[in-house]
T-cell receptor
Framework: GQQLNQSPQSMFIQEGEDVSMNCTSS?????WLWYKQEPGEGPVLLIA?????ELTSNGRLTAQFGITRKDSFLNISASIPSDVGIYFC????????????FGGGTRLMVKP | ETGVTQSPTHLIKTRGQQVTLRCSSQ?????VSWYQQALGQGPQFIFQ???????GRGNFPPRFSGLQFPNYSSELNVNALELDDSALYLC???FGTGAHGYTFGSGTRLTVV
């Protein structure tokens, strides 16, 4: 099935470093969402973006909805060990049951 | 407020068998969406149920079917299981059909042997 192109696939960083990951699509979306998934759990919503060009923050997390509506990025500042997990972007067009199309995920590992 | 509850948490089935997975939606939520997450991949939309009817379907064959009950809980049924059906099946509930209001359950890990 179709998935968004998410990069990088994995990152191994030092505690305190900043992190950046992004997501691109060949199709436009009306909403972009960023989720975090930890082992044995379902995805948890971090940030939702509703307008092209929108920049939204949630604590140390900042995400932007690309102006072309075909991309989005997520930044994490001053990473801490509990940031470990898999981060997924997801796009929503608003049809077909408001389905989400997910990226392949970015696995983040933080070294204390 | 209880979250989304899925059962069972793990399941092993034999190819060709049928399986039923269950989901209790979060209190106050009336919509349930099901996703399949293969190992190492992002979730893929199977279908959504709203007001006890299917409200959108992803690219999955008819042997994937569902139900929603008056209390908004839901079942996912898969017939004629194939090895590739091995995955984590996630249920997400929401009030209304907008995905930004989703709460995901912890999933059911299905292994087909």
């Amino acid at each position: 099935g179709q998935q968004l192109n998410q990069s990088p696939q994995s990152m191994f960083i030092q505690e305190g470093e900043d992190v950046s990951m992004n997501c691109t699509s060949s199709s436009i979306f009306n909403t972009w969402l960023w989720y975090k998934q930890e082992p044995g759990e379902g995805p948890v919503l971090l940030i939702a973006l509703y307008k092209a060009g929108e920049l939204t923050s949630n604590g140390r997390l900042t995400a932007q909805f690309g102006i072309t509506r075909k991309d989005s990025f997520l930044n994490i500042s001053a990473s801490i060990p509990s940031d470990v997990g898999i981060y997924f972007c997801a796009g929503q067009l608003g049809n077909a049951g408001n389905m989400l199309t997910f990226g392949g995920g970015t696995r983040l590992m933080v070294k204390p | 407020e209880t979250g989304v509850t899925q059962s069972p948490t793990h399941l092993i089935k034999t190819r060709g068998q049928q399986v039923t997975l269950r989901c209790s939606s979060q209190s106050g939520h009336n919509t349930v969406s099901w996703y399949q997450q293969a190992l190492g991949q992002g979730p893929q939309f199977i279908f959504q149920y709203y007001r006890e009817e299917e409200n959108g379907r992803g690219n999955f064959p008819p042997r994937f079917s569902g139900l929603q009950f008056p209390n908004y809980s839901s079942e996912l049924n898969v017939n004629a299981l194939e090895l590739d059906d091995s995955a984590l099946y996630l249920c997400a509930s929401s009030f209304g059909t907008g995905a930004h209001g989703y709460t995901f359950g912890s999933g059911t890990r299905l292994t087909v042997v």
